[in-house]
């Protein structure tokens, strides 16, 4: 184990451990299954013993929910199950459970809204660049 982002690359190049740490378990089947989803299957190759991973494969998965169960009733479930999981208890020194990509929609949501801030002197530069391209900017 490591905290150095290079030792990832080797020699010997490293592997993501499974959830748990170095005694983790968890995720060690979908790590198995996302590598042969999106490396034998997409034709990228996977990671071995006698091979170097210089790419990426990618896999994607289309799903027709109405094909299984009304879409309502699988709506309902998810709703059911975010509730679920969100009711747990938070670590001590965090306020809420959230999932992810929740604190990015947050703040989409809220610049939306209300702007992006941008530092003063960066806003300056900007303006002094467009002045220079002769573009208007908007205050």
Same mark, same amino acid.
């Given at each position: ?59 994607? *998965?289309?799903?027709?929910? /109405?094909? !299984?169960? #009304? ?5 309902? +479930?998810? =709703?059911?199950?975010? &509730? ?6 938070? *670590?001590?020194?965090?306020? /809420?459970? !959230?999932? #992810? ?5 947050? +703040?989409? =949501?809220?610049?939306? &809204? ?26």
């Amino acid at each position: 184990p490591t905290t150095d982002p290079a030792a990832f690359y080797g020699p010997p190049p490293g592997a993501l451990l499974p959830l748990g740490g170095i005694v983790g378990h968890k995720g060690f089947a979908l790590g198995i299954v996302a590598e042969l989803l999106a490396g034998a299957l997409s034709g990228a190759g996977v990671t071995g013993k006698e091979r170097e991973q210089t790419g990426n494969g990618i896999y994607f *998965q289309a799903i027709n929910i /109405e094909a !299984l169960l #009304p879409y309502d009733e699988f709506i309902e +479930t998810v =709703q059911e199950q975010i &509730a679920w999981v969100k009711s747990a208890r938070p *670590q001590p020194g965090v306020s /809420e459970v !959230l999932f #992810p990509g929740e604190p990015e929609y947050r +703040t989409a =949501q809220q610049r939306g &809204a209300h702007g992006i801030p941008v530092e003063d002197s960066i806003w300056q530069e900007m303006i002094e660049t467009a002045d220079s391209l002769g573009v208007e900017i908007a205050a």
